[in-house]
């Protein structure tokens, strides 16, 4: 079964900390995307990551993919407040460039 | 410009009853994807279009959900016979190129099936 899971599932932590969300999946891809989703409102697109070693950043957020170990990381650093939110990580499966499989998200608050 | 906009925001249904949820694509946007997203958990894929042509509808959950985009942009999501487990947001998304790397999302049908 293709699984994409996200850990922490829910994160709360200081503003100023520096902290990463881990993605997993079970089948071989070297497609991955980062959304971030504020509660009520679309999904926003952060990263998209198409090959190993890919590494992404913007503003206070870095995201990497290791195809091999089949794990994406997205690090915060020195986190504020505008940044709570809930991120997806997804993944493309078989290359299809459109079915994507998600993971079930990790919300994220930043206490001033 | 414009984003992927999609209406009504918010469906109350009574059980049994037929509902059409619309999405209006970014102008020029070749694939559109409809998902269906559970409360507190990812987005799940329903159906991909390119142009007006439906490439695949693998994920639409039973005979009662149908899609169409008859003129390659406006595309509507009918559920026919709803039932309470359809309640969920469904989202939709469009991406400039065939099967494009980014897809950009409107903001969600939330349908309610009492």
């Known amino acids: 079964e293709l699984k994409v899971e996200q850990n922490p599932l829910f994160l709360s932590m200081q503003e100023g900390k520096n902290y990463t969300i881990y993605c997993n999946y079970s089948?071989?891809?070297?497609?991955l995307y980062w959304y971030r989703q504020d509660p009520g409102k679309s999904l926003e697109s952060l990263f998209v990551?198409?090959?190993n070693g890919a590494v992404k950043q913007e503003g206070r957020l870095m995201a990497s993919l290791d195809t091999k170990a089949r794990l994406s990381t997205l690090h915060i650093t020195a986190a504020v407040h505008d940044l709570s939110a809930t991120y997806f990580c997804?993944?493309?499966?078989?290359?299809?460039?459109?079915?994507?499989?998600w993971g079930a998200g990790t919300k994220l608050i930043i206490k001033p | 410009g414009a984003g992927v906009s999609q209406s009504p925001r918010y469906k109350v249904a009574k059980r049994g009853q037929d509902v059409a949820l619309r999405c209006d694509p970014i102008s020029g946007h070749v694939s559109l994807f409809w998902y269906q997203q559970a409360l507190g958990q990812g987005p799940e894929f329903l159906t991909y279009?390119?142009?007006?042509?439906?490439?695949?509808k693998s994920g639409l959950p039973s005979d009662r959900f149908f899609a169409e985009r008859p003129e390659g942009s406006v595309s509507t999501l009918k559920i026919q016979r709803t039932q309470q487990e359809d309640s969920a947001v469904y989202l939709c998304a469009s991406s400039l190129e065939v099967a494009g790397y980014e897809q950009y999302f409107g903001p969600g049908t939330r349908l309610t099936v009492t």
């Open positions: 990551l198409l090959s």
């Open positions: 279009f390119q142009n007006e042509a439906q490439l695949d």
């Open positions: 089948t071989t891809s070297d497609r």
């Open positions: 997804a993944v493309d499966i078989n290359l299809s460039n459109y079915q994507l499989i």
